[in-house]
């Protein structure tokens, strides 16, 4: 029977359409695989995007620690490190002439090659003195001191640098320097354009300037000399440590009240520990890589 809802053209070929019932069933059996096939897609791309994800988390610290890595590796080959261990004082001659003087427990990285157009720079962790020429034909070029904390840029001259212990020294003997602190400084200045017999001392936030110190002794601890003026056991301690690698363990409260002045000439840590005895009159016992001061019996 021809459906009369389907207009029909006489002119037109004989076919004829007819409608087909479709079963409610079979039609929402029909929209569910539909979405089920949209749902699993849409699953699969979620999927997809999360491993992406996870791929680029763990490739990215990888890549982050090769570059850091080769970072290194180039840095370290273009370097040359002079390391002093407790105890040892090294002189060290740099390309330009200058000298250094690398106190225990120090090092100073140089470049390997130095380029004569351009300023100097060296690194240092530690104590150092130097004696810095000007470079000839250079003209104002700079030496410069690099440190954690500070930064020192220097036209030829002689200045000592202290970072042994928590707060960091310069001293100048000879010439002119301009000390700049890395650090944020709260109290104090942060450029120092210092002039010979000023000391600039930098510690955590704090940065304060002494001036008309005795340059003759700023670098005698290259002459294996110390100098005390007024000094805490506490600083003594910490200088034992720092130079020397040994603990000082006190075992009477009274000892840690005592302060010395003098002047001691000590080559090993078995000297100064005698020098040190005799001038507090205290007892100085050595035990391993500790030393005990304590009353005399």
Not at 26 to 53: C, D, F, M, N, Y
Not at 77 to 82: F, G, V
Request: some cysteine.
């Amino acid at each position: 029977m021809e459906d009369p809802s389907v207009p029909q053209d006489p002119g037109s070929s004989p076919i004829r359409f007819r409608r087909k019932e479709i079963p409610e069933e079979k039609t929402k059996e029909s929209w569910q695989h539909i979405e089920s096939e949209i749902s699993r897609k849409k699953t699969g791309k979620v999927r997809r995007i999360a491993l992406r994800v996870l791929a680029a988390a763990v490739l990215l610290p990888l890549l982050g620690y090769a570059s850091y890595n080769i970072y290194c590796s180039i840095i370290s080959n273009s370097m040359k490190s002079y390391h002093t261990t407790y105890g040892e004082i090294k002189q060290v001659v740099l390309p330009d002439s200058s000298i250094v003087y690398l106190n225990a427990n120090s090092t100073l990285r140089i470049p390997v090659e130095w380029d004569p157009a351009e300023s100097r720079g060296v690194w240092l962790d530690g104590e150092a003195y130097f004696e810095i020429t000007k470079k000839p034909g250079a003209g104002n070029a700079q030496f410069i001191v690099h440190t954690n904390e500070i930064d020192v840029a220097v036209l030829g001259t002689k200045f000592n640098v202290n970072m042994l212990g928590e707060r960091t020294t310069v001293s100048l003997k000879e010439g002119k320097v301009q000390l700049t602190a890395k650090v944020a400084i709260t109290e104090g200045d942060k450029v120092f354009m210092m002039k010979p017999g000023d000391e600039v001392q930098v510690e955590k936030h704090l940065s304060r300037l002494k001036e008309s110190v005795n340059t003759e002794l700023i670098a005698d601890w290259r002459n294996h000399r110390y100098h005390f003026e007024n000094t805490s056991i506490a600083e003594i301690t910490s200088m034992i440590f720092t130079k020397f690698g040994y603990k000082v363990v006190v075992l009477n409260d009274e000892i840690n009240h005592k302060k010395i002045s003098g002047d001691l000439y000590a080559e090993d840590i078995t000297q100064l520990s005698r020098a040190l005895s005799i001038t507090m009159n205290i007892q100085i016992e050595t035990k391993d890589d500790q030393l005990v001061f304590k009353n005399l019996e």
